[in-house]
């Protein structure tokens, strides 16, 4: 056992060198240098601040935005969390009735699934096409643009499943809203007013 | 299209991991161009390769490489706060949390009861969790070729030398490997550098606080080691730990890509390659049904949500159907990882998830692990037909007998020993009950689940469960230690015995053991031996769940 316990000692450090410092180190100098942006966590800027992640949702409330999936976690991306409810819970059936009925009183159409369940990482950036689609009326309103017009932009900004087999279809709140202030600036954009350009 | 997604997905699940068993098998028996290196790396540690061991050897050498790793590990989580590359500014972790983890990443559990991106600095991660991650896969491996070994070697042979099989499986499967796909997973958009968190002003004006670091290196590992421990908390849910559907399939095919190749070098090494097929049947047979079970009920959805599927704890650019083959890849193959919540997935889906890991994560399994798990229902299963036909059963040309059979019930007793009591603890000890998140029946499959994750190695949890609870920390560490090696050191003790023994010639009265007939065999004895063991208890949980949910009952 105590030769045993001098080879394990003198392996273990072996490989914290090799795989828990080179394998990572090597790793993120090939990652920073082949896909930095995708390495540094896919940032959004606008005038030289970051606004989000392409890859992680933020909240929305202005009536001419999309807006993402409920957060159990509150779109905090700094420490993730879903609700962990089961199927039979009393809490979360309630909570999606509520959900429901707030989100259709809102939008004035019935409410998809995904408008009314929280993600599993409370972070998910996208919505199904129904739902972003169903949201073009109150964007239009809001913007006061037509809503043909919204619903164009969100169909061509709609992602296919991969290999027309796998995933499902979806819309990226982040990049479509930014989109739709590309597309359509001006006053009653957002809950905020108008972003800065 | 949703059985073209699944055949061609399958198609990759039998192709991929048969080109790796044969790469698996030169290297386990050794490529001359990488001896130099290997024979560099372990005269640095003092150890002399050519040296074969004993079964008790090899068993003293895994425990005392296990608790070496342990240690280090420990005291990097402790002493986190006070070490470099910790640009979040993250404290040292509490004794019993730090032991809980030390104890799930070395013996591939992977059970979290923290959250990575708040509670680990980015040295705990890399030098920390990615060396166990390492390590611990190649632990599993080296044991499950040297335990191949017993059954196929020739009589006199060893069992082989554990520190060159675990040298072997690190540096020639799983880094070359992980080195892939960690750069497969950095291009889809998994975050992959030294900086910390950066703060967003949001479109609305709001301020997004985004944690990120060098995950991509560690999630490689975490899928191809069978590991499962997230870089973020909520595991590859979270949209930089798996960005897209493509990451998503490459993830989900590593899950099993080594355990599956481990039944083909099975039978590369019996040579006799029907054997590999016969135990890769069983194990596929298991896993499609219970995928099947998870599929339909998560795509029917949940009525007393709406219409529509189960989308609770779901992300929408994997739906329904990718989190169900998720789900039932990670809980068959003790990795752990999840891509959504499975304490939100519908009561039968989380009946089958329990189920496989009740059954000792034999389906596949962990990675090396898997094999060696199901080579013992192969005992038990070859003992079973032996009674039945009154001959004295065999399994490659050697004879079954009272000591392997010993053997293979004892290690078999540590599933029900650490779920069933652990678990009635649990569910009767006021100290441990405030850990229950759901009311009813949901309540106890919290604690089934977390107690059957952590004596089958698996890691996977229900997350409302309050896993940091002190309690569970130390009785669920207990229970991953009992889940590894009470399975581990039978099971070399009974390739040690096997290897004494004659091997005699097949002849027209051998039971064949590469059959559908012998396949049906292995998967009945699996099935009534495992799952019916806990049968009284799901009924209780999962089962009542279901039935409640029909007549429309919530709690």
């Not at chain 2, 600095?121 to 599993?140: D, E, H, I, P, R």
């Not at chain 2, 083909?264 to 047979?285: E, N, S, Y």
């Not at chain 2, 959504?340 to 189920?355: C, E, I, Q, R, T």
């Not at chain 2, 050191?489 to 059959?515: D, E, Q, Y």
Request: charged residues 10%; neutral net charge.
């Amino acid at each position: 056992m105590l030769a045993h316990l001098r080879s394990a000692l003198s392996l273990t450090i072996l490989f914290t060198a090799l795989t828990g410092l080179a394998y990572p180190l090597v790793l993120t100098g090939l990652a920073q240098g082949l896909f930095p942006a995708a390495a540094n966590g896919s940032l959004v800027l606008r005038d030289h601040t970051v606004i989000g992640s392409a890859l992680v949702a933020q909240p929305f409330e202005g009536a001419g935005y999309l807006h993402p999936r409920p957060s159990a976690s509150g779109w905090n991306a700094g420490g993730t969390g879903a609700s962990n409810l089961g199927p039979t819970s009393a809490a979360l059936i309630a909570t999606v009735a509520e959900r429901r009925a707030a989100w259709e009183a809102k939008t004035g159409r019935s409410a998809p699934i995904d408008a009314v369940t929280a993600s599993g990482s409370g972070l998910d950036p996208d919505i199904s096409p129904e739902n972003a689609l169903a949201q073009a009326g109150r964007i239009a309103a809001a913007r006061g643009v037509d809503i043909g017009a919204v619903s164009r932009l969100i169909e061509a900004a709609t992602l296919g499943r991969t290999l027309w087999l796998f995933g499902e279809p979806r819309v990226n709140v982040l990049e479509t809203n930014l989109a739709l202030d590309a597309a359509f600036p001006g006053p009653g954009a957002g809950g905020q007013g108008t972003p800065t350009q | 299209m949703t059985i073209l997604a699944y055949s061609l997905y399958f198609a990759a699940l039998v192709g991929a991991p048969l080109g790796l068993a044969l790469w698996m098998g030169r290297v386990y028996g050794g490529v001359s161009a990488l001896a130099g290196m290997e024979r560099a790396v372990l005269r640095a540690a003092g150890v002399n390769p050519e040296r074969g061991m004993t079964w008790g050897s090899y068993a003293m050498a895994v425990l005392a490489f296990n608790l070496a790793g342990f240690l280090l590990l420990y005291a990097i989580l402790r002493s986190q706060g006070l070490l470099p590359l910790n640009p979040d500014g993250i404290a040292g972790m509490a004794p019993d949390l730090a032991f809980n983890t030390a104890v799930s990443f070395v013996t591939n559990t992977n059970w979290q009861a923290y959250s990575g991106e708040a509670q680990l600095s980015y040295l705990a991660q890399m030098a920390g969790l990615t060396v166990q991650n390492f390590v611990s896969a190649g632990t599993g491996m080296a044991v499950a070729v040297a335990v191949i070994r017993g059954f196929t070697a020739a009589k006199g042979g060893t069992l082989g030398n554990f520190w060159l099989d675990l040298t072997r499986s690190v540096l020639w499967i799983l880094l070359p490997l992980s080195i892939i796909l960690a750069l497969f997973l950095a291009w889809q958009g998994v975050p992959q550098t030294l900086q910390g968190a950066v703060t967003a002003v949001t479109v609305e004006g709001g301020e997004q606080i985004i944690a990120r670091g060098p995950a991509a290196a560690q999630i490689a590992i975490k899928q191809l080691g069978t590991n499962g421990g997230g870089f973020f908390g909520v595991n590859s849910a979270h949209p930089f730990e798996n960005p897209s559907v493509a990451s998503n399939l490459a993830q989900c095919l590593s899950i099993l890509l080594i355990p599956v190749a481990f039944c083909f070098l099975f039978g590369r090494m019996a040579g006799d390659r029907r054997q590999g097929w016969a135990i890769f049947a069983a194990m596929a047979v298991m896993f499609v049904a219970g995928l099947a079970v998870i599929h339909w009920a998560e795509v029917a959805g949940n009525p007393l949500l709406g219409p529509g599927a189960n989308m609770e704890g779901k992300e929408q650019r994997f739906g329904a159907m990718l989190s169900a083959l998720w789900a039932a890849s990670t809980t068959a193959a003790s990795n752990g990882s999840v891509n959504a919540m499975h304490d939100s997935f519908m009561p039968l889906s989380g009946l089958v998830m329990l189920v496989f890991m009740q059954i000792g994560e034999v389906i596949f399994g962990g990675v090396g692990a898997g094999l060696y798990g199901m080579l013992l229902y192969v005992v038990l299963a070859v003992f079973l037909a032996g009674l039945m036909v009154g001959r004295t059963p065999e399994y490659l040309g050697r004879k079954i007998e009272g000591r392997e059979v010993t053997l293979a019930v004892l290690a078999f007793l540590s599933m029900p020993l650490g779920i069933l009591v652990g678990g009635a603890v649990a569910a009767t000890a006021p100290a441990a009950l405030s850990a229950v998140q759901d009311a009813g029946p949901h309540g106890l499959s919290e604690i089934l689940y977390a107690y059957s994750s952590a004596t089958g190695n698996n890691g996977s949890a229900f997350g409302g469960f309050g896993a940091a609870l002190p309690w569970h920390t130390t009785a669920l560490g207990l229970t991953m230690l009992m889940g590894r090696y009470a399975i581990i050191v039978p099971l070399l003790a009974i390739a040690g015995s096997m290897l004494r023994k004659t091997r005699a010639p097949v002849t027209a009265g051998s039971f064949p053991t590469h059959g559908p007939l012998f396949v049906t065999l292995l998967v009945l004895t699996v099935l009534i031996l495992g799952a019916l063991t806990f049968f009284p208890v799901l009924a209780l949980g999962p089962i009542a769940e279901e039935t409640a949910r029909m007549a429309g009952q919530s709690f």
